[in-house]
C-alpha cells in the first residue's frame, strides 16, 4: 500500500519505514505534505520522503493518507483525501474533532465508498503488509507478536493501547494478525467497530474476528443487532472491558470520550452479558481472554507459528544512547549553558531577571565568572560610549547602504558587523596585546614600533586631538581612576601617547586604546591570574566587547532607514574617481 502522510513526525514515519524494511517491502510512505522534504530511514539507508503543499498536490499513486493534522485542520485534510479516486482509506490521529466535522466525514466516506479510521486513533496494521500510524507499537513489539506475517484474525478495538496488547495476546495463541484496527476513543468515530467487523466478514483471508469493546455508548448493541440478521457468520470473539465502574457510586469516565456508562444497559457486565446471548464468544473475565482465543484458534488450525523475522530494522543511535548501548561524540562542548534550562554559568536567568544586568550577564557568559561591581558597570559604560559613532562610519555606513537596498535588519547588522577589522573597531583586540606584552620604556617601543613599520593600534583619531579630545576617553579615565584598584595598563598607554603626541596632536590614545587598557586593568583589578589575561586577550574578547555595543548602533541605523523610507543608494559619480 502506497501513503502520504500529512505533517509527518519523525517517530512516526520512522516507525512505518521499519515496518516495511522488517516485512520485506518497499517503503511505503512515498510522499508526505509539509513544508520541505522529509527525511528518515529504510534499513541502513536515508531516504528523502517528497513534499507536497496539499494531500490533492501529491503526484502518484496513494492508497492511503495518515492525517497527523491538529484537530483544527484534521478534519478540511480528510474531506479533501476523501475526493482522490485512488485514496481507499484515511486516519486520522487527532483528537478532539468537532462532533459536526465528524459527521460530514462519515457522509462523504459513505459516498465514495472509503473507510476513515479515527478521529484519536492510532490507526491500523495488516500483518506483514503495511502499518498505517503507531499501530503494533515500537519494531521490538512487532517482532514479539510476529507482526511481519500475514495472520488470519481481524481485531478491531477502540482503545489503541489495548489493540497492541490484544496482538501480543492473538500472536500466543493464534497464527497471526490479518489485520487490526483502533477505532478511537471518540463518541463520534468516523468508522464504528460493526464497520469494521463486518468488512472482517467479506474478506477471506480473514477467519477468525476479535473485539474489544467499552463501557458507554450502545456500538455493542448494533453488532448484536447484525449477528442476529445473519450478517456476522465468522467466529467473532469479543470483551467488553470496564467492569470496575460498578465498584463506584458515580458515573466513572475512562480514558476515552465515549468510554461512560450512563445507564446499567451502557456497562460491562450487561453488554457482555447481552453479546453472549446473541451468540457471540465471550470470555468470562479479560484473564481468560487468551484462553477463549486460543481454543478457538485451535478448532480452526489457526495455529501460531514459530518464525523469526529474517532481517530486523537497525536501532537509532540516539535510542541506543538512552538505552546505554552505544557510544557517541558530542558534536559540541559547552561549559556557560545547562541542558533544557536558561542558567547562564550556572546562574539561573529568573535570578538575573530579578536583579541583574546586561553588565552581570557578559561576566557569566564571557567571562564564566561573577565580576565584581566595579567591573560589571564598566562593561555597561563601554557599551552605552561604544553604541554608536554616527552614519559616517564604515560599520554604520554599511548597514545603511543595506537596509535601503531592501535587506532585512539582521543582513544589515551583519553587513556592518563584517567591516570591524583593524582599521574600524578591531584595534581593541591589537592595543591589548600590545599594553600588555610591552615591558620596555614608552620610548622605546614606539621606536621599536617604527622600526617595526606597524602602527601602534589603540593610538591615533581621524578628528580628536591632544587640544581637542574624544571625551568618551575622558571619561572612562575619570571612572577607572575613581572605581580601579589599579591602572597601571592605562598609565603605561598614557605614556605611550605622550610620545606620539610631540610628534602629531592627533596621535592621542583613541577609545579602542582607552578600553583596551582599562579592559586589562579591570582584569588584574579583578584577581584574574597572568595566564588566565593571556587567555582572554588571545579570545579577542576587545573586540567582541566592540561589535556587541556597536551592534546597537547598527541596528538602529538599519531600522532608522527603513522608518524613513530611504530609497536605494547609489553614490554620486562625482564622489568616483576612475583611473583609466
Known amino acids: 500500500m502506497k501513503a502520504v502522510v500529512v505533517n509527518p513526525k519523525e517517530r512516526f514515519v520512522q516507525s512505518i519505514l521499519d515496518f516495511d524494511f522488517l516485512c520485506f517491502k518497499e517503503p511505503s510512505t512515498t510522499a508526505c505534505v509539509s513544508s520541505s522534504p522529509f527525511r528518515a530511514f529504510y534499513g541502513n539507508r536515508e531516504v528523502i520522503i517528497p513534499s507536497y503543499s496539499s494531500v490533492s498536490d501529491v503526484e502518484g499513486e496513494v492508497e ?27 486516519v486520522m ?22 473507510t476513515v479510521i479515527g478521529p484519536a486513533t492510532v490507526g491500523f496494521l495488516r500483518g506483514g503488509e503495511f502499518k498505517g500510524g503507531l499501530a503494533g507499537g515500537d519494531i521490538s513489539n512487532a517482532i514479539k507478536s510476529r507482526l511481519y506475517l500475514k495472520g488470519s484474525v481481524g481485531l478491531v478495538s477502540k482503545s489503541g493501547g489495548m489493540l497492541n496488547e490484544m496482538m501480543r495476546i492473538i500472536s500466543r ?29 467479506k474478506e477471506p483471508g480473514v477467519k477468525m474476528i476479535v473485539a474489544l469493546g467499552e463501557i458507554g455508548k450502545g456500538d455493542e448493541y448494533e453488532i448484536i443487532k447484525a449477528k442476529e440478521k445473519g450478517l456476522i ?41 447481552a453479546l453472549r446471548e446473541a451468540g457471540i464468544i465471550v470470555p468470562e473475565s479479560f484473564d481468560r481472554f487468551e484462553d477463549v482465543i486460543r481454543a478457538e484458534a485451535r478448532s480452526l488450525g489457526l495455529i501460531p507459528l514459530n518464525c523469526s523475522p529474517l532481517r530486523i ?32 554559568a550556572g546562574v539561573p536567568a529568573s535570578k538575573l531577571f530579578e536583579k541583574g544586568s546586561i553588565g552581570e550577564v ?47 535588519v539582521i543582513s544589515s547588522l551583519c553587513s556592518g558587523l563584517l567591516t570591524i577589522g583593524p582599521r574600524f573597531g578591531g584595534a581593541i583586540d591589537e592595543a591589548m596585546r600590545n599594553w600588555w606584552s610591552y615591558d620596555m620604556d ?112 547598527i541596528i538602529g541605523h538599519a531600522i532608522d532607514q527603513k522608518r524613513l523610507k530611504q530609497p536605494l543608494f547609489r553614490e554620486d559619480e562625482d564622489n568616483i574617481l576612475y583611473l583609466e
Not at 484496527?181 to 464497520?195: C, H, I, K, Q, R
Not at 536501532?315 to 547562564?344: P, T
Not at 557568559?365 to 563601554?382: C, D, G, I, Q, S
Not at 579570545?539 to 555595543?549: D, K, P, Q, R, T
Request: glycine residues 6%; hydrophobic residues 45%; contains cysteine.
Open 64 to 90: 492511503v493518507v495518515i492525517n497527523l493534522a491538529s484537530q483544527r485542520s484534521a478534519a478540511p485534510i480528510t474531506l479533501e483525501s476523501l475526493e482522490r479516486d485512488d485514496v481507499k482509506v484515511v
Open 93 to 114: 490521529v487527532a483528537e478532539g474533532v468537532r462532533e459536526q466535522e465528524v459527521k460530514k466525514i462519515i457522509k462523504k466516506a459513505k459516498e465514495k465508498g472509503k
Open 173 to 201: 495463541c493464534a497464527d497471526g494478525i490479518y489485520e487490526a484496527v483502533a477505532v478511537g476513543g471518540e463518541v463520534f468515530p468516523a468508522s464504528t467497530m460493526l464497520d469494521h467487523i463486518l468488512r472482517f466478514e
Open 233 to 273: 457468520t465468522k467466529p467473532l470473539i469479543m470483551y467488553v472491558t470496564g467492569s470496575s465502574a460498578s465498584l463506584f457510586p458515580w458515573n466513572v469516565q475512562f480514558g476515552h470520550a465515549a468510554a461512560k456508562a450512563s445507564s446499567a444497559k451502557e456497562s460491562a457486565e450487561e453488554k457482555n452479558r
Open 313 to 344: 530494522p537497525p536501532r537509532d543511535v540516539k535510542e541506543l544512547i538512552k538505552e546505554g548501548k552505544a557510544r557517541h561524540k558530542s558534536a559540541f562542548v559547552c561549559s556557560i549553558a545547562s541542558k533544557g534550562r536558561h542558567v547562564y
Open 362 to 408: 557578559i561576566g557569566l557568559l564571557w567571562f564564566k565568572r561573577k565580576l565584581p561591581p566595579f567591573f560589571v558597570e564598566f562593561l555597561e559604560k563601554v557599551v552605552i560610549l561604544l553604541a554608536d559613532h554616527g552614519p559616517a562610519v564604515s560599520g554604520a555606513h554599511n548597514a545603511i547602504v543595506a537596509s535601503r537596498a531592501g535587506k532585512d
Open 442 to 553: 614608552a620610548y622605546e617601543f614606539v621606536e621599536f614600533m617604527k622600526k617595526q613599520g606597524k602602527r601602534i593600534a589603540g593610538i591615533g583619531h581621524r578628528v580628536k586631538s591632544k587640544n581637542n579630545p574624544d571625551e568618551r576617553v575622558e571619561m572612562l579615565k575619570a571612572f577607572a581612576k575613581s572605581r580601579f584598584s589599579s591602572t597601571r595598563f592605562l598609565e603605561k598607554a598614557l605614556a605611550v601617547e605622550r610620545i606620539t603626541t610631540q610628534k602629531s596632536e592627533k596621535l592621542i590614545l583613541n577609545v579602542d586604546g582607552a578600553v583596551a587598557a582599562l579592559l586589562l586593568d579591570a582584569m588584574e583589578s579583578s584577581g584574574f591570574s597572568k595566564k588566565e589575561i593571556e587567555e582572554f586577550v588571545e579570545l579577542g574578547i576587545g573586540n567582541a566587547l566592540f561589535a556587541f555595543s556597536r551592534s546597537l548602533g
